[in-house]
């Protein structure tokens, strides 16, 4: 549907085109990024930002240098990212993403570190950039259990010590200047390999190494669909783009 904010239901004008590049059999791939949470209420990396979001720009918060320079800070963003993502719900997107895997092999390979996938049912979603919920020790490494962020945002807020060793909490998430951990790239890359299709979602194709992932399938022939409102770093590369949002495309996308 073109999403033209009157609610019509025309069906997008590269929808056939989309559905054809998809194929209806072969294994796909899903990669998605942070515009597919969008219509969750979970803010993008490059949206406007609201609330506590006015005050941080994600970029400079989402590195080493913020955590060394401000750690009670950084913590407290991230407790209060859980606490959102905790309040969102799926949106048509996710859940049409894990529909389409009871008619297909489907792969979702995310940039983002919230739970929406795996909350519409998708299995064996591979994070690039770690999770949220995956709290772990900054000094032994030790996966860390740190309760429930709390009801109302804070500023500030000390990252809880570690039983084992005595070092503190850190988030379970891949900061700019880290190194992705291998699995889930080595998991993206060979499930791309073998992919009849792909469909990238809701990302600005600015974060590498996970950018460079859809010119895999597009150097091995294999058809990319983009589901994106605006043109993104990717969009010239793919075989078709459906301008357009991910609850408003996806359903009819994968049906
Ligand atoms: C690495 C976890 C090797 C944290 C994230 C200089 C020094 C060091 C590194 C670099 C450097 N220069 C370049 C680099 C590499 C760097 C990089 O790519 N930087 C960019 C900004 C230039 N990458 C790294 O550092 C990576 N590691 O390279 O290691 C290395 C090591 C040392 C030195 C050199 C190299 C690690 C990158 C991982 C960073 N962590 N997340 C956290 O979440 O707090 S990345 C973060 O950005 C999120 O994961 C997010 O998903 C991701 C990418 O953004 P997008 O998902 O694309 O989101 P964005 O907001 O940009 O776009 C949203 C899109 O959705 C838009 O196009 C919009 O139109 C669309 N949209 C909006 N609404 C909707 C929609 N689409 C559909 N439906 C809608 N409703
Ligand atoms: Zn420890």
Redesign the pocket.
């Known amino acids: 549907m073109i999403s033209d904010g009157v609610g019509s239901d025309r069906p997008h004008p590269d929808m056939s085109k989309a559905r054809l590049a998809l194929g209806d059999g072969g294994p796909l791939v899903v990669l ?5 949470s ?2 969750s209420g979970v803010p ?4 406007s930002r609201t609330g506590l979001w006015a005050r941080h720009d ?2 400079d ?2 590195t080493p240098e913020a955590w060394d320079r401000d750690r009670d800070s950084v913590w407290a963003w ?1 407790r209060w ?1 859980e606490r959102l993502v905790g309040c969102a719900e799926p949106n048509a ?1 996710h859940l049409a993403i894990a529909r389409a895997a009871r008619d297909r092999s489907v792969t979702v390979v ?4 919230d739970d929406l996938h795996e909350r519409a049912g998708s299995a064996g979603v591979h994070h ?3 999770s ?1 919920f995956a709290h772990r020790c900054d000094e032994c490494g030790a996966p860390m259990e740190v309760g429930p962020p709390p009801a109302d945002p804070v500023d500030r807020l000390a990252p809880p010590d570690c039983p084992r060793c005595g070092g503190r909490a850190r ?1 379970g ?8 951990p291998r699995q889930p790239w080595d998991a993206a890359v060979s499930a791309i390999s073998a992919a009849t299709a792909v469909l990238v ?11 460079s992932l859809p010119g895999i399938a597009v150097d091995l022939g294999i058809p990319v669909v983009e ?4 043109p ?1 770093g990717l969009t010239d590369g793919v075989t078709v783009h459906l301008r ?5 495309v996806l359903p009819t996308l994968l049906a």
């Open positions: 998605t990024g942070a515009g597919m969008a219509e993008t990396f490059r949206d994600p970029a918060l989402a991230y990212r997107g995310t940039q983002n570190v690039l950039h770690g949220l988030p998430v891949v900061w700019f200047g880290e190194m992705l979602v809701g990302t600005s194709g600015l974060v590498h190494p996970a950018a589901v994106n409102p605006d993104s357009d949002t991910a609850a408003a």
